[in-house]
């Protein structure tokens, strides 16, 4: 009777042991899934900066094109690709960071699909063809790995802030993942239109 106070205080430390070592290898799981998802994000942005390379090559062939956009194109790109982020440190300001630079590409390139409206010598080129094809389906893959990338933040997120766990995300080391959120005015897709 005398060990039974001892015995009672060993099971408690073993079952919170048991519960820490639990609440650490699914977290790093989360974590895990959060940085592959991660890589996915990255994986549609540059597939979407490799294609429009392509587009920026074919548009250069038209000896009157406006080169101040095609400027523009080339140097949202550059920063584009350039713009990168740490995996393990997928704070809301570098997901915002990162955000914007995707951004200002998205908007010169929008820019210059309207200027080709008025050369309709490029609008017959197959590789500028190729890419009107290719473009709905890479805007689309970039929202969908984004909204995959939301959706993984946010279980670790949730994860990492419920008590008791938000105790041991500290100890552990854990901190929150940004989220990619809507800019003002993406709730309406943008009107390109190849003629």
């Known amino acids: 009777m005398k060990r039974l106070p001892l015995l009672i205080g060993l099971g408690a430390i073993v079952l919170i042991a048991l519960w820490a070592m639990g609440f650490y290898n699914g977290t790093v799981g989360l974590n895990e899934d959060v940085t592959k998802q991660w890589s996915n994000v990255e994986n549609a942005y540059q597939l979407r900066a490799d294609k429009t390379k392509n587009l920026v090559e074919i548009v250069k062939g038209a000896a009157d094109f406006e080169k101040e956009t095609l400027t523009q194109v080339v140097e949202a790109r550059a920063k584009a690709t350039s713009t990168t982020v740490d995996p393990s440190n997928l704070s809301q300001e570098q997901i915002n960071q990162f955000q914007q630079s995707q951004d200002q590409f998205s908007s010169a390139l929008s820019r210059l699909m309207v ?43 949730t994860r990492i802030k419920r008590f008791p766990g938000n105790l041991m995300a500290g100890l552990f080391g854990f901190d929150a993942k940004g989220y990619f959120e809507a800019q003002e005015g993406t709730e309406n897709a943008p009107d390109i239109s190849f003629k």
């Open 115 to 157: 200027v080709v409206e008025r050369y309709p010598e490029l609008k017959a080129v197959k590789g500028f063809q190729d890419f009107q094809a290719q473009y709905e389906g890479m805007e689309n893959r970039i929202g969908v790995e984004r909204r995959k990338y939301n959706d993984v933040a946010r279980n670790y997120n």
